[in-house]
């Protein structure tokens, strides 16, 4: 027999959970059957999130590192900034995980681990099919790949990334001060660079980034973190506490709200295209767009988001950066460079986060080569 809910959430991963969250905190909706379908227990640490914000979210205690000082470095600049309106942040996801789970017990929740085969519409209702039964909703909110759609090549830059957090025996970072970027890597395998953020005076979150169009051998990913704590770090004991590797997709393709226009299977997440086109951060936009998705359901409206100018404008800039880089028109590392050196940083980081003003963005624009950009935004312009 087939089991009916209000709500199927497909994938309890961040965007998810954090949906499930905003249902929980609305009065109209808290008692609505919900079920949370993922082929996998969220029990561990899988990934870390970090993100810059000015305001303070419900998730703010789960905040376990933040800093009010960056660093950008790269050949030609070496600059660090403090931050005034915004702070760079640090959760773990396993801390996020079990903060929305525990606050799941108790209401009219169900989280099943199963793995999903098909998700589609039937008559006023949306079945989602797994490997061990079938289970029907109004609406089916799914963040699994599905139906992500397909990524070209000649489309997409995947952002592949290894990170260590390492414990040392001794006090040997400033933990007031997190590196953002830096590009005094060899470049030779595409847009190249370190996060370096301490959570301790003897720990810290090491990473090693790339945007490319394919991955590196496993072994390559570690040789280069090896090299850089021991020759840019000065670090020669340490040791490694948890690891981290990660594939995001930064692509021109247009991604779905929903399959189509009268279905009831709502894409959220990266499938629903909240990954930010031209850098891969995910946290904030998931935030910013599921808050958007209960509101609807609160007013009992269809929850399918439509853009805004200043969000198609936003994705436009997006698009544009991405064509520069996959072209290969200019560098990463002398397009973030020139970023940086001419603008206040924070100007900067509210252009990343899509909240900068028209005036933000004419200094943006005058402070990187306008032919390859100018080039690059026409062709997005005309497709």
């Known amino acids: ?96 995980y079990n903060f929305i789970i525990n606050k799941a017990i108790d209401n009219n929740v169900e989280f099943k681990i199963e793995t999903i085969k098909a998700i589609y519409d039937i008559d006023s209702l949306v079945r989602v099919e797994t490997e061990l039964g079938e289970y029907n909703s109004t609406y089916v909110f799914n963040s699994t790949n599905l139906y992500t759609p397909i990524m070209s090549k000649k489309d997409t830059l995947l952002q592949h990334f290894e990170g260590w957090f390492i414990k040392l025996d001794n006090n040997h970072f400033d933990k007031s001060i997190g590196t953002l970027m830096d590009f005094t890597l060899p470049q030779d395998n595409g847009v190249t660079f370190m996060y370096v953020l301490p959570t301790q005076s003897d720990e810290a979150l090491v990473e090693y980034t790339l945007f490319s169009e394919s991955l590196l051998d496993r072994d390559d990913y570690a040789f280069q973190l090896k090299e850089y704590i021991k020759e840019k770090l000065f670090i020669e004991k340490y040791k490694i506490i948890h690891k981290e590797f990660g594939v995001i997709p930064m692509t021109k393709v247009k991604f779905h709200s929903n399959q189509k226009k009268e279905s009831n299977i709502i894409n959220i997440g990266t499938t629903g295209g909240y990954t930010k086109a031209s850098t891969g951060y995910t946290f904030r936009s998931v935030h910013k767009k599921i808050k958007k998705i209960a509101n609807k359901l609160i007013e009992n409206e269809k929850p399918i988001l439509t853009h805004t100018f200043r969000e198609k404008m936003f994705r436009w800039y997006d698009l544009t950066l991405l064509d520069v880089l996959i072209e290969k028109k200019y560098s990463g590392e002398k397009i973030f460079t020139n970023l940086f050196k001419k603008n206040n940083p924070e100007i900067v980081l509210a252009f990343l986060a899509d909240e900068s003003t028209h005036l933000d963005e004419f200094r943006i624009r005058n402070s990187v080569p306008l032919a390859p950009f100018i080039s690059s935004g026409l062709k997005q312009l005309l497709k």
Request: glycine residues 4%; hydrophobic residues 35%; contains cysteine.
């Open 1 to 96: 027999m087939n089991k009916t809910y209000d709500y199927i959430i497909a994938g309890g991963g961040l965007a998810g959970l954090t949906l499930l969250y905003y249902i929980l905190e609305e009065p109209t909706l808290k008692n609505k059957r919900i079920l949370v379908i993922d082929s996998a227990r969220k029990d561990n640490n899988d990934r870390t999130w970090c993100f810059w914000e000015k305001e303070k979210e419900f998730y703010e205690h789960l905040v376990s590192a933040r800093w009010n000082k960056l660093k950008f470095e790269s050949p030609s600049l070496n600059r660090i900034f403090e931050l005034e309106k915004y702070e760079y942040k640090l959760i773990k996801s396993i801390d996020y």
